[in-house]
């Protein structure tokens, strides 16, 4: 089985599979935002809180295998990686960010100030992106603890998760090219 190649595409077919590479990331996405922001992240003493988050980073992981999988079986593994990694990544960020919402309205002293929904946000991705502008910090220990999960996180989807998907498209690449015909 010859590997696809988005070069024997036609323009009209390239152009689609442009298309849902994109907006099938920009749904779930937009999705996952509508979840963060309707989420009652003012109940910080709410029992299930931490579970959730808890839960919550194990669906990612379980997404990323699965993405992986599908990456693995793709007829373009490339575009099914990046539909991976637009997915999981916004995913991570916004359980950091739902942490820190819960932490905030717990104890409004956990950072430099009180943070809301789109603050959390905001500061999930300074740390994500390692840019740390100092406007908004973490100054109590359990705030300080989630914050390092969080960086250590960062660098497993950086590192592991980068790597593990840029393989599976190695290896869909190869498995397409040198698999049984069809």
Do not use: N
């Amino acid at each position: 089985m010859e590997e696809a190649s988005l070069a024997t595409l036609g323009p009209a077919a390239r152009r689609a599979l442009y298309l849902r590479a994109l907006v099938r990331p920009l749904l779930t996405v937009t999705a996952l935002l509508w979840i963060y922001y309707l989420i009652p992240w003012d109940r910080p003493h709410d029992p299930l809180a931490i579970p959730a988050i808890v839960g919550g980073l194990l669906a990612v992981v379980g997404l990323a295998v699965l993405q992986i999988r599908a990456i693995l079986r793709a007829r373009y593994p490339a575009v099914q990686a990046i539909e991976a990694l637009a997915v999981a990544v916004p995913m991570f960020l916004l359980l950091f960010a739902g942490a820190y919402c819960l932490l905030s309205y717990a104890s409004p002293a956990a950072f430099t100030e009180p943070m809301d929904r789109t603050d959390a946000i905001y500061f999930t991705v300074t740390v994500f992106a390692t840019v740390g502008f100092g406007d908004i910090a973490p100054v109590t220990t359990s705030a300080r603890v989630v914050v390092t999960l969080q960086m250590l996180g960062d660098l497993v989807v950086l590192g592991v998760l980068l790597q593990a998907i840029v393989g599976a498209v190695k290896l869909g690449r190869a498995r397409r090219r040198d698999g049984p015909a069809e």
